[in-house]
C-alpha cells in the first residue's frame, strides 16, 4: 500500500512557541491530504483538508489562523500549531489518498504534540 | 452529513473466539466503508474495506459484511489472537462528501490469551 510519512513524530515545546508539522506521500502523489487531531482514547477528529495549491478548507470549530496548513507540493502538506497552547496537546495524524477524490486513505505515523 | 454510529465500544474475548463490531450510517449516498486497525500510539492501518457494490468480503481471519439496505456494515475476525488486540474504527465516505470518511467513535477489542 501507499506510504505516508510524518514529522517529527513528537514534539515538546513551551507556551508560545509555533510548531510545524509535516506530512508526505512517498510513493504517490496526493491532491488532497487530511489532517486530524486524536484525543486518548477517542476517535479520529477532522481538523481540515488540505488542497494542493490552493486554501485549505477548514472544519467548524477550528481556527484557521490558529493551524496553518500549506500543501505546497503533490507530496507535501504542513501544519503549524501557531502561538502553542496546553490546550493543543494532542495526537496529530495526517492522511492521503493517491490522486484526486480517492476513498481510500493512508495514515502518517502521527505527531504526538505536548504544550508545556 | 453523514453520522456513523460504532458498536460496542469495548470488546473482550478469549483467544480463538470471533469478534464482531457493527457500524450503522445514515447517508445513503455513501459507498466506500474502510475499517482501521490502531494499536496504541500508533497509526490507523487499513485492514480491510468494501464497496457498495458488493455484499461481502472476506480477507482470511477478517470479513466485513454491508446490508445497504439497512445501512449498516459489520467487521468480523475469527479465531482471535492476543495481537488482534487494538482499537478498530469504521468510517464511511461518498463521492459528494468529497470522499472524506467519517469515522465512528471505536472499539476497543481485547483479546485474552
Known amino acids: 500500500g501507499a506510504v505516508v510519512s510524518q514529522h517529527p513524530s513528537r514534539v515538546i515545546c513551551k507556551s508560545g512557541t509555533s510548531v510545524k508539522i509535516e506530512c508526505r506521500s512517498l510513493?504517490?502523489?496526493?491532491?488532497?491530504m487530511f489532517w486530524y487531531r486524536q484525543f486518548p482514547k477517542q476517535s479520529l477528529m477532522l481538523m481540515a483538508t488540505s488542497n494542493e495549491g490552493s486554501k485549505a478548507t477548514y472544519e467548524q470549530g477550528v481556527e484557521k489562523d490558529k493551524f496553518l496548513i500549506n500543501h505546497a507540493s503533490l507530496t507535501l502538506s504542513t501544519l503549524t500549531v501557531t502561538s502553542a497552547h496546553p490546550e493543543d496537546s494532542s495526537f496529530y495524524i495526517c492522511s492521503a489518498g493517491e490522486g484526486a477524490n480517492t476513498d481510500t486513505q493512508y495514515f502518517g505515523p502521527g505527531t504526538r504534540l505536548t504544550v508545556l | 452529513g453523514e453520522n456513523v454510529e460504532q458498536h460496542p465500544s469495548t470488546l473482550s474475548v478469549q483467544e480463538g473466539d470471533s469478534a464482531v463490531i457493527k457500524c450503522t450510517y445514515s447517508?445513503?449516498?455513501?459507498?466506500?466503508f474502510p475499517w482501521y486497525k490502531q494499536e496504541l500510539g500508533k497509526r490507523p492501518q487499513l485492514i480491510i474495506d468494501?464497496?457498495?457494490?458488493?455484499g461481502e468480503k472476506k480477507d482470511q481471519r477478517i470479513a466485513v459484511t454491508l446490508n445497504k439496505t439497512a445501512k449498516h456494515f459489520s467487521l468480523h475476525i475469527t479465531e482471535t489472537q492476543p495481537e488482534d488486540s487494538a482499537v478498530y474504527f469504521c468510517a464511511a465516505s461518498s463521492p459528494g462528501g468529497s470522499y472524506i470518511p467519517t469515522f465512528g467513535r471505536g472499539t476497543s477489542l481485547i483479546v485474552h490469551p
Open positions: 468494501i464497496r457498495s457494490n458488493v
Open positions: 510513493d504517490f502523489q496526493a491532491t488532497t
Open positions: 447517508d445513503s449516498a455513501s459507498n466506500y
